[in-house]
């Protein structure tokens, strides 16, 4: 199954509200985000539509007249003096008429050159490729994620009970270069470590995958929490904003945000610790526990029962 679609299902899986705001996508984020149309300046030559491979772009044959009426003509012009000539006599127009409710008109059979982009939020990966391929600069990433727009209406699941002795049951996600050991160094320590804590061992903190958190999510986690290297000592990118854990770190507070908008906030987390930190470590994850027992069980229906 396509990984986009994978992973949409996977939020909506674990979604118990209906999102309702655009979420910001953090600089170092890639793949997410929003293309933004000019359709004053298109020319419909289809150059996106072809670049784009995961068909995220489609044509219409209409014409929005809103974006040919409030467009503001820039000094320089635009490219295309047709298009240019038509806004200007479509506005000089609408001083005299009052065109209501009119919202799109049909491109007439035969006709090229006119025609109006769809952009599906849910295919997008934000590539950048429509908006190298766009002679007429029509094409904008923004970044921000249309959430609501791509999750849609959820319902939300009966309130969980549990008995007194619950426990928050977290996965912790660890790097190998570091942070595991520093989860050994605090095991040597004899270091008080919540026991409902299950460690999964990663080669970096970079190869955490969002699956793999809304997987943990769907099977009962209460919360997750990602721990890597030291930010500037990632083992495979050093100080780079490319390193894994800072890339991590980036995907972590949008993935956070999400949460929060589907109803699931505050259960998400990533801290850093070297491999001499047993201490640290330990407090990272006593934190973090003490944390999720404030918010109570998971109110996810778990797919899968844990095995104590
Ligand atoms: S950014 Fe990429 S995936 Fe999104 S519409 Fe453009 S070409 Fe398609
Ligand atoms: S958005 Fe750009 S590339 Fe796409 S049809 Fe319009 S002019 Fe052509």
């Known amino acids: 199954m396509d990984k986009r679609i994978q992973l949409l299902d996977a939020i909506r899986a674990i979604a118990v509200k209906t999102p309702m705001n655009d979420v910001e996508v953090p600089e170092s984020v890639v793949g997410f985000g929003t293309i933004e149309y000019k359709a004053q300046t298109c020319s419909a030559c289809k150059k996106c539509i072809l670049a784009c491979e995961p068909a995220a772009l489609d044509m219409e044959d209409t014409l929005n007249m809103h974006d040919y009426l ?3 003509v820039p000094q320089e012009g635009f490219r295309s003096k047709n298009r240019e000539v038509l806004v ?3 506005q000089n127009l609408k001083q005299d008429h009052d065109y209501g409710d009119v919202q799109a008109i049909s491109v007439p059979e035969g006709l ?4 109006s982009i769809v952009w599906s939020a849910e ?3 934000a590539c950048d490729k429509c908006i190298e391929a766009c002679p007429e600069d ?3 990433l923004q970044k921000t994620y249309k959430l609501p727009e ?3 209406p959820i319902e939300a699941p009966p309130p969980r009970t549990e008995g007194k002795d619950w426990e928050p049951f977290i996965v912790c996600f660890v790097c190998w270069e570091c ?3 520093a989860a050994d160094l605090a095991g040597l320590m004899h270091l008080h470590y919540p026991a409902s804590i299950r460690t999964i061992r ?4 970079g190869a955490l995958e969002p699956i793999h958190i809304m997987t943990a999510m769907a099977n009962g986690a209460d919360g997750v929490l990602v721990t890597g290297c030291l930010l500037s000592e990632c083992h495979y990118g050093g100080d780079s904003p490319k390193a894994g854990n800072f890339m991590q770190e980036g995907f972590v507070k949008f993935w956070s945000d999400i949460f929060e908008e589907i109803g699931i906030g505050g259960r998400l987390n990533i801290d850093f610790a070297s491999a001499a930190m047993g201490i640290k470590f330990a407090e990272i994850v006593e934190t973090f526990t003490e944390q999720i027992r404030k918010l109570g069980p998971t109110p996810i229906q778990a797919k899968t029962e844990v095995q104590e």
């Open 150 to 152: 791509i999750i849609g």
């Open 123 to 125: 295919q997008c990966i």
């Open 179 to 181: 942070s595991h050991a």
């Open 202 to 205: 990663l080669p970096c903190s």
């Open 138 to 140: 029509c094409l904008t």
């Open 88 to 90: 200007t006599l479509l």
């Open 70 to 72: 409030r467009v503001t």
């Open 112 to 115: 090229p050159g006119y025609g």
